[in-house]
């Protein structure tokens, strides 16, 4: 579960934790189910999913990092050692990021610093897809 919804509980677009304009508001308030939570969960992600499959053409990479998956046009890998221990530094441009808590997803620059693996596949393209 992502951490602000730990934090708050979303119903009918008023946080409860900001103050009613009136009492209705309050009696139209209803919280939010486990179950309504994780039906706009499943929801979100094959949005994303879609959004994916949608766009995945554009891109020359994919890149997966222990916290995140990118779509990616130029990709930089640079290894550091720091006192004998290896962290890598990545560097993408003209990039998408699978998330489906950040508003905007494409991005024009990413950096980041990881001490854990970094996969990163060159995708193939076709030299001519027709339109189906």
Known sequence: MHPCW??????SGVRDDEPSMSSKNEDERKPM???DLEKYETEMELSLYREYRDIVG???YVVETERRFYLANSVELIPHNADGEIYFELRMS???????????????????????????EELEKPDLRLPE
């Open 58 to 60: 554009q891109f020359n």
């Open 33 to 35: 189910s486990a179950e």
């Open 94 to 120: 003209d990039a998408w990021v699978w998330d489906m808590y950040r508003p905007a997803r494409f991005v024009k620059h990413v950096r980041v610093i990881t001490f854990k693996d970094v996969n990163i």
């Open 6 to 11: 730990a934090e708050w509980t979303w119903t």
